[in-house]
């Protein structure tokens, strides 16, 4: 029987340090998202988030080139039924966190402001840094509360990160099995519909048999 080569995994086995390497990637850093906000303009940003999952962001609005009035723009996060959870007027830096109730769909939207006695605004660059999840949590913080050493920490990262991807598949698996359901409701629905039409053409079919019989019959073309 040949033995299996060193370094190589055996076959069924998932090489640990790949996992992890994996996991630690996607704990990367997420890129701000930077864009040009029109004077006289509104642009939103749309992100569904899970619930019970905290929620941390830093935003800056740069003053338009030329301008001595400096940055102009109010900032506002909604969720789907219009529940303001941060506003800000003029605002130009700042932060925020908030932590959703439930799973939704919420929006941060921009929406510059032309200052009064002036011309068409520049375009003002807008930079909007949001986490969510185990990316918005503090591990240093909690390493220092805690007394964590730095591989402790790490740990408490991919645990994390653990628990969240377990919470998307179940997520994933409850709306198959809510959209599983919705589509045998419908297939059933279309036979019911189906076999209902069928009934009803030859019903209609049968009727307009007789009713042709008795008209031939009343003008004696048929006995």
Not at 198 to 216: D, K, N, S
Request: proline share 7%.
């Amino acid at each position: 029987m040949p033995l299996p080569l060193p370094g190589r995994p055996r076959l069924g086995q998932a090489p640990l340090p790949a996992l992890l390497l994996l996991l630690l990637l996607m704990v990367g850093p997420a890129r701000p998202i930077s864009f040009q906000l029109p004077g006289k303009a509104r642009k939103c940003l749309r992100e569904e988030i899970h619930r019970d999952t905290l929620v941390t962001g830093e935003y800056e609005i740069g003053a338009p080139p030329g301008s001595s009035t400096g940055p102009s723009a109010n900032l506002k996060i909604t969720d789907s039924a219009g529940h303001i959870l941060y506003a800000k007027e003029d605002a130009t830096k700042g932060k925020f966190a908030f932590t959703t109730e439930d799973y939704d769909m919420f929006e941060a939207c921009f929406e510059s402001k032309l200052p009064v006695g002036t011309g068409r605004m520049p375009d003002q660059l807008v930079i909007l840094d949001m986490k969510h999840g185990v990316e918005a949590k503090n591990y240093e913080e909690i390493a220092k509360v805690e007394k964590l050493k730095p591989l402790e920490v790490e740990l408490r990262r991919l645990e994390d990160l653990s628990e969240s991807i377990v919470n998307d598949f179940a997520y994933m698996k409850k709306r198959e099995e809510e959209m599983r359901d919705t589509n045998e409701s419908t297939n059933t629905r279309v036979l019911y519909f189906s076999i209902f039409s069928m009934c009803c053409l030859i019903g209609l079919a049968t009727w307009q048999v007789f009713y042709l019989r008795r008209f031939f019959k009343a003008k004696k073309l048929i006995e």
